[in-house]
């Protein structure tokens, strides 16, 4: 039985299903969802939760001995295999075709994907899946409904924007749920139960004690290494998802990248700064960053959030927030080593 993601707490209050599948990478929802099943689950006297990832063929045979074993901690238990490649291979393919026709009594499976492909969507181990319990699709909300879903979002923080601040937490956030959600906590800490016009949604990220995403960009590419190390380990602190981090950095040094070409072209920084609509307030940080760095080190710096972003999704070895923080380092000015920084800038002075 397939399911969206809001169809889901009416599933769970009506009792749990043998096996779960959580797939399509949103990050917010598969967050939720997942969130969600695990609650559920314990309240239903599922007292044990065992994580799995397999990283290889000769997992899975531990992962079915696992689901068929019974446990010595708990009569009842949770079982999550995450998959963020979302490819189980053949010996995978075979342990869930397997499991899916033979649902353990005592054992929920959560199966976690990323994204799937269509060719994979139709793979034979998946409908089996589908067959044998509950799939939940989680995507991106499109832009035209994205307005009325941090509308719907707020209020459920008690909160009442006006259409100008849905507008411009639409336009920041571009889309990311995890972004746009993180915002609205925020604006829920400071105006409880109120109503936030423009000018609060402008003001949060200054007077908010707590760091955000848009702080950790700002300072770093303000050149200011000591804050971008601080406000990146606040928000490791506060428990931000690496890849909102991964985002934020990304959606800015791509523009930063396209304006650092132009202008190597020949073009003005100022009327792209126009173009690029970057906030009168912003641009001296922009014009300082560009100083700083040239469009083939801002190239290497995407490179880089490309490999972290595959290392927090289990994708690559590594950790994540080490590799975050050398990388803001390096925007920042620092020089680090096998870190691209600051060859061919543009000059100080370009109009």
């Given at each position: 039985?397939?399911?969206?993601?809001?169809?889901?707490?009416?599933?769970?209050a009506?009792?749990?299903?043998?096996?779960?599948t959580?797939q399509?990478?949103?990050?917010l929802?598969?967050?939720?969802?997942?969130?969600a099943?695990?609650?559920?689950?314990?309240?239903?006297?599922?007292g044990?939760?065992?994580?799995?990832?397999?990283?290889?063929?000769?997992d899975?045979?531990?992962?079915?001995?696992?689901?068929?074993?019974p446990?010595?901690f708990?009569?009842?238990?949770?079982?999550?295999?995450?998959?963020?490649?979302?490819?189980?291979?053949?010996?995978?393919?075979?342990?869930?075709?397997?499991?899916?026709?033979?649902?353990?009594?005592?054992?929920?499976l959560?199966?976690?994907l990323?994204?799937?492909?269509?060719?994979?969507?139709?793979?034979?181990?998946?409908?089996?899946?589908?067959r044998?319990?509950?799939?939940?699709?989680t995507?991106?909300?499109?832009?035209?409904?994205?307005?009325?879903?941090?509308?719907?979002?707020?209020?459920?923080?008690?909160?009442?924007l006006?259409?100008?601040?849905?507008?411009?937490?639409?336009?920041?956030?571009?889309?990311?749920?995890?972004?746009?959600?993180?915002?609205?906590?925020?604006?829920a800490?400071?105006?409880?139960?109120?109503?936030?016009?423009?000018?609060?949604?402008?003001a949060?990220?200054?007077?908010?004690?707590?760091?955000?995403?848009?702080?950790?960009?700002?300072?770093?590419?303000?050149?200011?290494?000591?804050?971008?190390t601080?406000?990146?380990?606040?928000?490791?602190?506060?428990?931000?998802?690496?890849?909102?981090?991964?985002?934020?950095?990304?959606?800015?040094?791509?523009?930063?990248a396209?304006?650092?070409?132009?202008v190597?072209?020949?073009?003005?920084?100022a009327?792209?700064?126009?173009?690029?609509?970057?906030?009168?307030?912003?641009?001296?940080?922009?014009?300082?960053?560009?100083?700083?760095?040239?469009?083939e080190?801002?190239?290497?710096?995407?490179?880089?959030?490309?490999?972290?972003?595959?290392?927090a999704?289990?994708?690559?070895?590594?950790?994540?927030?080490?590799?975050?923080?050398?990388?803001?380092l390096?925007?920042?000015?620092?020089?680090?080593?096998?870190?691209?920084?600051?060859?061919?800038?543009?000059?100080?002075?370009?109009?």
């Amino acid at each position: 039985m397939q399911l969206s993601p809001e169809r889901l707490s009416r599933q769970l209050a009506a009792g749990l299903a043998p096996v779960y599948t959580v797939q399509g990478g949103e990050p917010l929802q598969t967050r939720e969802c997942v969130d969600a099943i695990r609650a559920a689950a314990r309240q239903h006297g599922f007292g044990e939760h065992l994580t799995l990832e397999p990283t290889s063929e000769g997992d899975w045979a531990g992962i079915r001995g696992e689901v068929l074993s019974p446990s010595l901690f708990a009569s009842r238990r949770l079982i999550e295999v995450r998959l963020p490649g979302s490819k189980p291979g053949e010996a995978g393919a075979r342990v869930l075709t397997d499991l899916a026709a033979h649902p353990a009594s005592d054992v929920v499976l959560l199966l976690v994907l990323g994204k799937l492909e269509a060719r994979q969507r139709a793979a034979a181990w998946l409908e089996a899946l589908d067959r044998a319990g509950v799939s939940i699709l989680t995507r991106a909300v499109d832009p035209g409904d994205l307005p009325g879903w941090i509308t719907a979002r707020a209020r459920r923080s008690s909160l009442e924007l006006s259409e100008d601040a849905v507008r411009l937490l639409a336009e920041r956030t571009e889309g990311n749920l995890l972004a746009c959600d993180q915002e609205i906590e925020k604006l829920a800490l400071l105006y409880p139960g109120g109503r936030v016009d423009l000018p609060q949604v402008l003001a949060s990220s200054g007077d908010s004690s707590r760091h955000d995403v848009f702080d950790l960009v700002d300072s770093a590419l303000a050149g200011d290494p000591g804050r971008s190390t601080r406000v990146l380990d606040g928000l490791r602190a506060e428990g931000v998802e690496p890849p909102l981090v991964v985002w934020a950095l990304a959606r800015e040094l791509r523009t930063l990248a396209s304006i650092a070409r132009r202008v190597s072209l020949g073009e003005p920084l100022a009327r792209l700064l126009g173009r690029y609509r970057v906030w009168e307030a912003r641009r001296p940080t922009v014009r300082r960053a560009l100083e700083r760095h040239g469009p083939e080190p801002l190239l290497g710096f995407l490179r880089q959030l490309a490999d972290i972003d595959r290392t927090a999704k289990g994708l690559a070895p590594g950790d994540p927030w080490l590799e975050l923080s050398r990388l803001v380092l390096a925007i920042a000015g620092v020089r680090l080593s096998g870190v691209p920084c600051g060859a061919a800038p543009l000059r100080a002075g370009v109009p």
